[in-house]
C-alpha cells in the first residue's frame, strides 16, 4: 500500500503530530497500567511469598494486614486432620517504629519461624531496602526500637515495599509476640502445607473441623487481598478510576487521531473514486494508514514510559510493568486504530468523487 505511506508521510508535521497523540496515549495506559499492576501485586506479595498450601485465619479477614488474633490456640486441632504435613504460626500487626531522631513510624511486624525470607535470630529484624529512608535507616546493622523493644537490623530485602505507608518488619515469631503484645500461643494466621493431590480434599475437612475460621488456597486468599485493596479502600479505588481513565482517554486520543488523518486526506479519497478505485482499495488504505500510525505511536509510547517508569520506582518501589501488560496494551491500541478507521472509512467512502471538480 505505497498510497497509504505517501499520505501519512506527505505532511511531515501532521505525522509527527498523530504520532505523539499516539504515543502519548500509549504512554499514559502503560504508566497507569502499571501503577494498578504494581498496587495489585503488593496487596498480596506476602502471601504470594510463603510456601504454604492453605491459610487458615479468623473469619472474614479481608486482607494479610488487618487480621485480628485467634481467639485460641487452633494448632493442635488442624494438625490431626488428615493429609495436612505441616503447620506453622504467623503473627502480624501495627507498632510504632522509633527513628534515630526521636520521631515515631507506623510499621506492620511480621513474626514466623520458617515462612520468611530469611532466617533470623532471636531480637534481630528484616526491612526491605526500599523502606530504608523512610525508617531513618542510612547503614547496616543497626540498632532500632519498635514499640519500645530494642532490635537489630542486619539484614535487608528487596521486592517487599510498602505501599501502605507503613513498612513491613520481619522477625522471629517470639519478638513479634512481644512487639504486638499478645500471649505466649498468640497467632492471626496458621499456614498448612498438605498433600497436594488431596488439597481440595484436606481443605474441606479443614473446614468442618473448625468452621468458625476461613480456611483458603494461596490463591484464594491472595486474590481476596487484591479485591480487598483495589476496591473497597480508597488508595485502590483510585488508582482504579485513573487507570480507567487513563484507557478511556487513551481511547479518544488514537480514534480522534486515526479519523482526523483520513478526513484530511477526504480530497485524495475523492480523487480516487473519481478515477475508479475500488471501495475495497479505499478501505485498504485507510486501514493501512491506522495501522502503520498505530504501531509506531504505540512503540514509541512504550519506549517513552521504560525510563519514566524506572524514575518513578524510585519514590513508589512497588510500580510493576508485566510483559501481559505490554501486550495487552499493544493489541489493544491495534485494534482502537482499526476500530477508528472503520468510522473514517465511511466518510471516505461516502464522499462524492465529483468534489474533487469543485472549485
Known amino acids: ?123 534481630s529484624a528484616l526491612i526491605d531496602v526500599s523502606d530504608f529512608g523512610a525508617l531513618g535507616i542510612r547503614e547496616l546493622p543497626a540498632d ?44 492471626m494466621f496458621l499456614l498448612i502445607r498438605a498433600d497436594g493431590r488431596k488439597l481440595a480434599a484436606v481443605q474441606a475437612a479443614l473446614q468442618d473441623r473448625v468452621p468458625e475460621l476461613d480456611v483458603l488456597s494461596k490463591a484464594q486468599f491472595a486474590a481476596r487481598a487484591r479485591a480487598y485493596w483495589t476496591t473497597q479502600t480508597g488508595a485502590g479505588g483510585a488508582l482504579l478510576t485513573a487507570a480507567v481513565l487513563g484507557f478511556l482517554v487513551g481511547v479518544l486520543i488514537v480514534s480522534q487521531t486515526v479519523y482526523a488523518t483520513t478526513l484530511e486526506n477526504i480530497e485524495e479519497f475523492a480523487t480516487l473514486k473519481a478515477l475508479g478505485a475500488t471501495r475495497l482499495y479505499i478501505v485498504g488504505i485507510v486501514a493501512m494508514q491506522a495501522l502503520v500510525s498505530a504501531v509506531l505511536g504505540c512503540a514509541a509510547g512504550m519506549l517513552l514510559s521504560i525510563p519514566v517508569i524506572n524514575l518513578a520506582r524510585r519514590a513508589i518501589s512497588w510500580i510493576y510493568t508485566p510483559w501481559q501488560l505490554a501486550a495487552v496494551l499493544a493489541a489493544a491500541t491495534l485494534i482502537l486504530a482499526i476500530l477508528a478507521s472503520i468510522a473514517a472509512v465511511r466518510a471516505a467512502l461516502t464522499v462524492e468523487p465529483g468534489r474533487v471538480f469543485h472549485a
Open 144 to 187: 532500632i526500637e519498635i514499640n519500645s523493644h530494642r532490635r537489630r537490623i542486619g539484614q535487608s530485602v528487596q521486592g517487599f515495599g510498602s505501599f501502605l505507608g507503613s513498612p513491613y518488619v520481619f522477625g522471629t515469631l517470639r519478638d513479634a509476640r512481644t512487639c504486638l503484645d499478645l500471649k505466649e500461643d498468640g497467632a
Open 1 to 123: 500500500m505505497r498510497l497509504a505511506f505517501r499520505n501519512i508521510v506527505h505532511d511531515r508535521l501532521r505525522f509527527a503530530l498523530t504520532i505523539s497523540g499516539i504515543a502519548f496515549s500509549a504512554f499514559l495506559m502503560m504508566f497507569q497500567g502499571s501503577l494498578l499492576a504494581g498496587f495489585e501485586r503488593a496487596a498480596s506479595r506476602v502471601i504470594d511469598s510463603i510456601d504454604a498450601d492453605l491459610w487458615v485465619m479468623p473469619r472474614g479477614v479481608q486482607a494479610f494486614d488487618f487480621a485480628p488474633p485467634m481467639r485460641s490456640d487452633y494448632s493442635g486441632i488442624v494438625r490431626g486432620v488428615p493429609g495436612v504435613r505441616t503447620v506453622e504460626k504467623i503473627a502480624t500487626g501495627f507498632a510504632f517504629w522509633q527513628r534515630p531522631d526521636g520521631t515515631r513510624k507506623t510499621v506492620v511486624v511480621i513474626g514466623s519461624e520458617s515462612a520468611l525470607p530469611t532466617i533470623l535470630l532471636p531480637e
